[in-house]
């Protein structure tokens, strides 16, 4: 009875074998073409470039820059849930589920509108006088990372939610009984308790970074290039798709690392035990 | 609430740290929205904001046969992909969901990484891989290899909703149909079906909208025949800033909203008897 329910999970493997894991395969075998036979030559090429190099570092730094933001953003939203009713606990659910379905173009709309020449953030800058013209923060590093933070935060909040609404409130009563105060029982219970949600969010946060093509291109403009649009561009204007495999390769290589590594921490014992 | 030992400037900062920064960072989380939404109503041509004036001239726009031609091909597409993703992802997610609930623990812990793994890998990685092996093989781009596209990359979704569901059904539900002489299609329809069914539309509502959302996985399998909506609207912000746009984003949230509600009456928990 037990192992009869193998031919039904049949036809999804069977899908993710042929249609996802073998164009994987292909994908890495044709990273390897160069132009004389297999070699490495593609690794070589583009890693050899100053400019790709800096673009693989700049795409690391904006991942760690959007999870740190995240998190900043993102525990006192959980810790404004768990101080919150019932009522009031629904609606942070909701305001936060919004965002996270919207579309992302649609998304990243809205952040064109915020961070352009007439945008609110520019008004209000010049009406406070704390600016003397008008200015856009399109095409900055700084509007790039404001944009990516509220559109990847929603990720971070989820988990953190998941867990506390799971937690009975006797745990930090129990704290507040034995006569900590507020920032005590943040650091020794709730925090640890947040942890493993933490690090699922930050997972699902650097893997979004990684792929949010469309908000790169449209509000890092230019002058900030970030691996998915040097993929892009080897397959949409070059036509090179060997090199545009050989930096998917990198791109999966370097996220997939990272990935590992934070997965492998969320799963050590002796540093989320408490949870 | 409080203890006598409690200074009270610490606790005014934890209060201002967690009313104050976190009331102000849930309003910079709903604030874009609120604003691309009253940015649609604009009268002026420009998307200065706050808007110049209200009015439909923009929803007008849209509408508009003549002028917004290519947009409603681009939804009509979009909206067939969408559909036919979500019935691609029943098909091969519902049926995986109910043989792991058959399967030992163990089994399922080594065979779920595989299915779930679309979910983590970069999905334009994804679209290039596909694009490559596609034209390998001799296909074009076109509106039915994005399908599969969708299928493969967003299907994770549906088990993943689905599979919650299922692990909290108890199991001597379906063996009490079979004692009683139910054959194993009448136990699939009046018994495992139903109580999957809140899982089932969660997954298809996220694939619905994740499908719907997709630029990456289109932008390297649709043909240039197959325009699709999201595809349609990065062409637009990137070329010129287009107030259609706005309108745009004002009919997708307000159809993600209504969405959410009806979600939200069909899978309310049903009151304990």
């Known amino acids: 009875m037990k192992a009869s329910g193998f031919p039904y999970v049949l036809p999804m493997l069977l899908l993710s074998v042929a249609f996802f894991a073998t164009p994987l395969a292909v994908l890495v075998g044709f990273s390897f073409i160069g132009p004389d036979g297999p070699s490495l030559h593609n690794y070589a090429r583009f890693l050899g470039d100053a400019f790709n190099y800096r673009v693989l570092i700049n795409t690391a730094k904006l991942g760690m820059q959007t999870i740190a933001s995240t998190t900043l953003l993102g525990i006192p939203i959980a810790l404004l849930y768990w101080h919150s009713g019932k009522t009031a606990r629904q609606v942070i659910i909701f305001l936060t589920l919004i965002p996270m379905l919207t579309s992302n173009v649609v998304r990243t709309f809205a952040w064109i509108v915020i961070l352009g020449r007439q945008g609110p953030i520019s008004e209000t800058f010049v009406a406070l006088g704390l600016a003397e013209r008008p200015f856009t923060l399109m095409s900055t590093e700084l509007g790039l990372v404001l944009a990516m933070c509220q559109i990847d935060l929603p990720l971070i909040i989820l988990p953190l939610i998941a867990i506390l609404s799971r937690t009975p409130v006797q745990f930090t009563e129990a704290a507040q009984v034995s006569g900590a105060g507020p920032w005590r029982i943040l650091v020794t219970v709730l925090l640890p308790m947040m942890l493993p949600g933490l690090l699922a969010g930050w997972i699902l946060v650097f893997a979004s970074t990684s792929a949010s093509f469309v908000t790169q291109a449209v509000i890092g403009g230019a002058r900030n290039v970030y691996v998915p649009q040097l993929i892009y561009r080897e397959v949409g204007t070059l036509f090179d798709w060997p090199m545009a495999s050989a930096i998917a390769v990198v791109l999966l290589l370097s996220t997939g690392i990272l990935l590992v590594a934070m997965t492998t921490i969320s799963r050590h014992r002796r540093l989320v035990g408490h949870a | ?273």
């Not at chain 2, 989380?29 to 939404?37: D, E, F, R, T, Y």
């Not at chain 2, 092996?133 to 299928?151: C, E």
Request: no cysteine; glycine share 6%; net charge positive.
């Open chain 2, 1 to 273: 609430m409080h203890s006598p030992r409690e200074n009270p400037f610490p606790v005014f900062l934890y209060r201002a740290f967690v009313f104050g920064f976190g009331g102000l960072s849930l309003i910079y989380l709903v604030a874009p929205i609120v604003i691309a939404i009253t940015m649609s109503f604009t009268a002026g041509q420009t998307l200065k904001y706050p808007p110049e004036g209200f009015s439909l001239r923009w929803y007008e726009a849209l509408l508009d046969p003549v002028r917004s031609g290519t947009e409603h091909i681009a939804a009509g597409n979009s909206l067939k992909i969408a559909v036919l993703a979500v019935l691609g992802s029943l098909l091969f997610a519902v049926p995986a969901t109910i043989g792991m609930a058959r399967m030992r623990r163990s089994t399922v812990n080594s065979l779920e990484p595989f299915l779930l793994a679309p979910l983590v890998l970069p999905s334009l990685v994804y679209g290039l891989a596909a694009l490559i092996v596609a034209n390998f093989i001799g296909f074009q781009p076109s509106l039915w290899l994005t399908v599969v596209g969708h299928v493969v990359v967003f299907g994770p979704l549906m088990y993943r909703a689905a599979s919650v569901v299922a692990q909290g059904i108890n199991p001597s539900l379906a063996e009490a149909s079979t004692v009683m002489g139910a054959t194993w299609y009448t136990t699939l329809r009046r018994v495992i079906l139903p109580l999957l069914a809140p899982g089932i539309l969660a997954g298809a509502f996220l694939v619905f909208i994740q499908s719907l959302d997709n630029v990456s996985v289109s932008l390297f399998l649709a043909d240039a025949q197959t325009t699709v909506l999201s595809l349609r609207m990065f062409a637009l912000i990137e070329e010129s800033l287009d107030v259609r746009v706005a309108a745009m984003s004002g009919i997708l949230i307000g159809l993600t909203l209504v969405v959410m509600l009806v979600a939200r009456r069909v899978l309310a928990p049903p009151r304990q008897a």
